[in-house]
């Protein structure tokens, strides 16, 4: 099962708005509205961020928003924040016998 | 407090083997699917295996399918991966992470404990 392509880094300066991209196929992105996005301090487990395309957890900041089109979907991270520096990952499930698959991961830089 | 924690890393022989766990605590642990997904140094997230609530389904990643046995016990709250034939390739920390049904994504993860196969 071959992993969802991700850009390998983004940046943005604080107050301005990035999209980071997640490609896969119609067996995983575009078949099912059940992507995720993680996010990802150094040292620290992933956290939660988006599920089933653009549902945001309780407590999870407003100034992310996801969405998709064909086989592809998309984070948006709004208004940024120094705190948003951090690795960027999204997951979908997949027809496959594997259920899931992750994408490679996105670097966010806070310039 | 709802809680995930990893045990059982180590450093390991190539060939050798080693059985991770997690504790779980804070929700109904026989309620939900768990995984285990791993994240080899300075590399990112790779799915390794999950298990339904009863054990009735259960699937690997076809890097370590017939090296790797996950398992669960509901009564002690506990899930387990047993890793034989250790290679190079299985450095990682491994993290535990349960699977929101409704919502078809990780909504807990542990902290993760390392692996190390190195001779």
């Known amino acids: 099962q071959s992993a969802l392509t991700q850009p390998a880094s983004v940046s943005g300066s604080p107050g301005q708005s990035i999209t980071i991209s997640c490609t896969g196929t119609?067996?995983?992105?575009?078949?099912?509205?059940?992507v995720s996005w993680y996010q990802q301090h150094p040292g620290k487990a992933p956290k939660l961020m988006i599920y089933?395309?653009?549902n945001r957890p309780s407590g999870v900041s407003n100034r992310f928003s996801g969405s998709k089109s064909g086989n592809t979907a998309s984070l948006t991270i709004s208004g940024l924040q120094a705190e948003d520096e951090a690795d960027y990952y999204c997951?979908?499930?997949?027809?496959?016998?594997?259920?899931?698959?992750f994408g490679g991961g996105t670097k966010l830089t806070v310039l | 407090e709802v809680q995930l924690v990893e045990s059982g890393g180590g450093l390991v022989q190539p060939g050798r083997s080693l059985r991770l766990s997690c504790a779980a605590s804070?929700?109904?642990?026989?309620?939900?699917?768990m995984h285990w997904v791993r994240q080899a140094p300075g590399k990112g997230l790779e799915w390794v295996s999950g298990?339904?609530?009863?054990?009735?389904?259960?699937g690997y990643a076809d890097s370590v399918k017939g090296r790797f046995t996950i398992s669960r016990d509901n009564a002690k709250n506990s899930l387990y991966l047993q890793m034989n034939s250790l290679r190079a390739e299985d450095t990682a920390l491994y993290y535990c992470?349960?699977?929101?049904?409704?919502?078809?994504?990780?909504?807990?993860w542990g902290q993760g404990t390392m692996v190390t196969v190195s001779s």
């Open positions: 992470a349960k699977l929101d049904g409704f919502r078809d994504a990780f909504d807990i």
């Open positions: 804070g929700f109904t642990f026989d309620d939900y699917a």
């Open positions: 298990i339904s609530w009863n054990s009735g389904s259960i």
């Open positions: 119609s067996s995983d992105v575009g078949g099912y509205n059940y």
């Open positions: 089933e395309v653009s």
């Open positions: 997951s979908s499930y997949t027809s496959s016998s594997t259920h899931v698959v």
